[in-house]
């Protein structure tokens, strides 16, 4: 046993910011839920909040809001966690985007997800009240979240305005709300990408296979490889998909989720892979590119 | 992140071990402050693309944007990479606090990247809260600015103990050493009270990368590290856990009955199973069971780890309590004097009840005295009755209930504060406390089980009650009214129960027979005996004509607590004052069972008082009162009292 006390390391300072942020959250809000979206961050957060209340299970929901269009490998992963945790986990859909078939194809990414994803998400949180949403947005992922709160507060309608954020000094987080009024929190905000994978390495955290490199039907679009991951992908005139080495550096909506040529099929392959890219992880989003500031509109109107 | 490493990382051996030395990296936050255009985003610019941190997309976006915003002709701009709300975009300023991640071989930074508008100078304060250095940007054309000053004085005042002056835009001064050697100058001589514990003045271009990372050869002259360089190596007192130990409560952790820990961050010390440690508000002690984590129980634990304690003993600890150990308490007090900075537009009223969260701690408050606010341009001390936007001050706090806490010097994590607005929940602004305000501040809370005695002792006094009985029209009243003014005045805690006021409310079902009269009495020395135990001198002013009821609530009360004053004024002189026409309405037959009328008045037999109202005025009669309990020992802290 060792007699001193451990070296906090940036990744355990980092470890016991977001745990602190999170009990913070447990403590002083009525009705909190985390917002579990699958990916590699979503697993680190759950993680963080399995030691956050430790022998405790963590004492709140876990929310998937599901556009219906992920890919099938990240409802499997979500479902196989959720049960081996006995986690208690709510899955949202915006049916009435389901009964008008909002798809990506004939709406286009921008309304697509602003039906399905922002629309989706402020439905669940007025559905069921919470006053208190974790989010896994990192600061260092866009320009526009490089500003963003630990506690980002939106107001009974879920808007967000940059304008009006409360000042956050020191770990004091201001969690007054009234009825309605909501916090975004954001416990891994100083996170990296690369803190990500070292700290899933380092802690052996389970992540969709769909990070891992492997022989997947694809098809190129735009310079960009979309994995066809059912039938609802329409082809174009002549498509046809082919098997490739790909893996994926965030997940999504597998329409608007780019994949990239790899054969990184361990974790530590997966660091070497991202330590020398030289694109951005966002850009496998095709949702950003729409607009310049894409972000910050999106923000502005509720989404993460 | 340098080349060589990238390129070998593809290699796994050495991937593993770039791993393992990234891993062991420690962390160093730190903020860059200065005015609108000395080139701190451009700085934060360089600092990511010289680390290889921009993307080749990223790059590419802001190529394209350059064309657009951008103000240095056909360069690429870098100062685009960090400004990043659209609107700021356009007016090419920073609004807000951003935070930009970077790393290299030897540390992983964290920046705060704080705006230098005058209207913005909260979002500095929010950037240093928690950083352990600021670099402050100096235009070397202009020198030293107010806004270098204001920027210096924030940066000491929320204790920052390191210091890089960053000699920007020297490349404009031809590189002159004339130029840095008066800048550094000038700089020292109005910061050398600031505390500062390591003060680094760089020569630089973020424009052209001098002294940034790499070395320039255009600076011969200067001997001393880049930028980078600095960042890497300046040794920053980060050991809190040589600290007394302080564990802030944020969550009591109880997955089932046999499990009760409680989930904090150390913020300072050592802490190890066998360990005594106490709550420094109640002062109940216990020893220390185990420190409990997902990754295993500890043998030890330090500041900043996120643990869950468990004890020996079952004692009372809920969240915004602070464990220490046994031999080194935090203060515990109600009032303190702290340093404010206001951040609202409403303005800080003194008096008005305020939300100030300390720790896991929210109390009500409010400032009872502006002592002076600070000129954050001249640091000169000005008399102020209200607080604005950006204003900076020296106040004094009372809070509802005790807390615990360390002078911020000390402890930041124990001596910091918000302040928010109990309707808007707003944070209005945030202080950092000097010291608590109370002799008692350093008498500790003896670990007692809080009662009738316990209660009393706080307030100096013995509870007891001063039933005054007699005729209607008496006097009664007014003598207990003067004898609690007196008693208020020596700083005791006491309750005036009238006859007619509580037959407004409590008693406003009863009428004036002889069974609504015992019901009245009886539920009066019902309400004293709760007061007495509250620990108050409770005043009771009411006929009470029965002797039986007066004996009844007697026996309700201790020996000693039942203090009998007899208000003593004939019938006929209390009918010929009649002071609320009472008198002549019985007489009239207007009003039945009217004491001393038509109901039967029962005078004490042996009363601890008579007050003789035909002899003495009321005033001296209260004087009389206030004297027999001070005789009798019921005014413990009032030892000074002369008649």
């Known amino acids: 046993m060792p007699v001193t006390p451990e070296r906090m390391t940036h990744l355990k300072r980092l470890e016991a910011e977001a745990i602190f942020i999170m009990r913070e959250v447990a403590a002083e809000f009525k009705n909190p839920v985390m917002l579990y979206s699958i990916g590699k961050d979503s697993s680190v957060m759950l993680h963080l909040a399995l030691k956050a209340f430790y022998p405790s299970k963590p004492p709140f929901p876990f929310m998937h809001v599901n556009t219906t ?151 190129q679009r735009g310079g960009q490889w979309i994995m066809v991951d059912d039938d609802r992908l329409p082809l174009n005139p002549g498509e046809v998909p082919e098997m490739k080495s790909v893996r994926f550096r965030t997940l999504g909506d597998y329409p608007l989720t780019a994949a990239v040529e790899s054969e990184a099929d361990t974790l530590e392959a997966i660091v070497a892979e991202m330590l020398v890219a030289r694109t951005s992880e966002r850009s496998g989003r095709l949702i950003d590119h729409d607009e310049a500031g894409s972000m910050e509109k999106k923000k502005r109107e509720g989404y993460f | 992140m340098n080349t060589t490493v990238m390129e070998d990382a593809l290699d796994t051996k050495a991937l593993v071990e770039y791993l393992a030395t990234h891993e062991k ?81 030897k540390r992983k930074f964290i920046v705060a990247d704080t705006p230098g508008h005058e209207q913005y100078t909260r979002n500095m304060a929010t950037g240093a809260s928690n950083s352990d250095l600021a670099v402050i940007l100096i235009d070397a054309r202009k020198g030293i600015l107010t806004q270098t000053r204001r920027h210096s004085f924030i940066v000491s005042l929320l204790g920052i103990k390191h210091v890089v002056l960053a000699v920007n835009k020297i490349d404009l001064m031809d590189y002159s050493q004339d130029v840095f050697d008066k800048i550094v100058a000038d700089y020292k001589a109005f910061a050398a009270d600031f505390g500062f514990e390591t003060l680094q003045a760089i020569p630089m271009s973020a424009r052209y990368g001098d002294n940034v990372l790499g070395r320039s050869d255009k600076l011969p002259w200067y001997q001393g590290p880049t930028l980078v360089e600095h960042l890497e190596t300046v040794q920053i007192d980060q050991d809190l856990s040589q600290k007394p130990f302080r564990l802030q409560v944020q969550w009591v952790n109880r997955p089932d009955l046999n499990f009760r820990g409680f989930s904090g961050t150390i913020s300072s010390g050592t802490i190890r199973p066998g360990d005594d440690v106490l709550v420094a508000k109640s002062g109940k002690s216990s020893r220390v069971k185990a420190i409990v984590t997902y990754d295993g129980d500890l043998a030890v634990a330090a500041a900043g780890q996120a643990i869950t304690l468990t004890l020996e003993d079952e004692i009372d600890i809920s969240r915004g309590d602070v464990i220490s150990t046994t031999d080194n308490r935090p203060e515990v007090s109600d009032q303190f004097q702290a340093r404010l900075i206001w951040m609202s537009e409403q303005e800080l009223i003194p008096g008005r009840t305020l939300l100030i969260k300390i720790g896991a701690k929210t109390v009500s408050a409010s400032v009872t005295e502006i002592k002076h606010k600070t000129d954050v341009n001249t640091f000169a001390d000005l008399a102020a009755k209200t607080l604005k936007l950006n ?21 930041h994590e124990m001596g910091a504060f918000i302040v928010i607005d109990r309707v808007s929940n707003l944070t209005l602004g945030a202080g950092m406390i000097e010291h608590g305000l109370r002799r008692a501040t350093n008498v500790h809370w003896q670990a007692l089980d809080v ?49 007619d006021n509580v037959r407004h409310g409590l008693n406003k079902d009863l009428g004036f027979t002889d069974a609504d009269r015992v019901e009245n009495i009886r539920r009066v020395a019902e309400v004293s005996k709760l007061m007495v135990d509250a620990g108050l001198v409770t005043l009771v002013s009411f006929i009470s004509p029965f002797r039986a009821e007066r004996q009844m609530a007697r026996e309700l009360l201790g020996e000693n607590e039942f203090i009998e004053i007899y208000v003593s004024t004939p019938l006929d002189v209390v009918e010929k004052r009649d002071v609320k026409g009472l008198y002549v309405k019985a007489r009239a037959g207007e009003i039945r069972n009217f004491t001393g009328i038509d ?12 007050l003789d109202t035909t002899s003495q005025t009321p005033e001296q009669l209260a004087e009389k009162v206030v004297l027999f309990m001070v005789k009798n020992g019921y005014l413990i802290s009032a030892p000074e009292y002369q008649i």
């Open chain 1, 69 to 219: 269009w992920k890919f099938r490998e990240m409802i499997r992963f979500r479902d196989e966690t959720a049960a081996r945790l006995g986690l208690n986990l709510i899955s949202h859909t915006n049916q009435e985007g389901v009964a008008n078939n909002v798809n990506p194809f004939d709406h286009g990414s921008s309304v697509f997800t602003n039906i399905m994803k922002t629309d989706a998400l402020k439905q669940a949180l007025t559905e069921h009240g919470f006053d208190a949403a974790f989010g896994g947005a990192r600061r260092d992922e866009e320009k526009s979240r490089a500003k963003e709160r630990i506690f980002s507060f939106r107001t009974a309608n879920h808007g967000w305005d940059p304008k009006n954020q409360r000042p956050e000094l020191w770990n004091l987080y201001n969690a007054r709300v009234k009825p309605g009024e909501s916090i975004r929190v954001f416990p891994i905000s100083n996170w990296t990408e690369l803190d990500i994978w070292q700290y899933i390495l380092m802690e052996n955290i389970p992540i969709v296979p769909l990070y891992f490199a492997k022989k997947r039907p694809v098809v």
């Open chain 2, 25 to 105: 990296k420690d962390l160093l936050r730190f903020l860059t402050c200065g005015s609108v255009d000395d080139g701190k985003s451009t700085l934060i610019g360089r600092l990511l693309y010289d680390t290889k941190l921009i993307f080749e997309d990223q790059l590419a976006s802001i190529e394209k944007d350059s064309k657009k915003h951008g103000t240095v002709g056909d360069d690429i701009d870098l100062a685009l990479l960090v400004d990043g709300l659209q609107a700021e975009r356009e007016q090419g300023i920073t609004i807000d606090v951003a935070y930009r991640f970077f790393t290299t071989d």
């Open chain 2, 391 to 411: 204003e900076v001050a020296l106040v004094n706090i009372a809070l509802q209930e005790p807390v615990a806490f360390d002078p911020y010097a000390d402890n």
């Open chain 2, 451 to 499: 009662n009738k005695a316990t209660r009393a002792a706080a307030k100096g006094q013995k509870p007891a009650v001063l039933w005054f009985t007699g005729l209607s029209g008496a006097g009664k009243s007014t003598i207990a009214n003067l004898v609690e003014k007196k008693l208020l005045s020596l700083g005791h805690h006491t309750y005036l129960l009238d006859g």
């Open chain 2, 599 to 610: 109901s039967p008045y029962e005078a004490p037999e042996n009363p601890e008082l008579t």
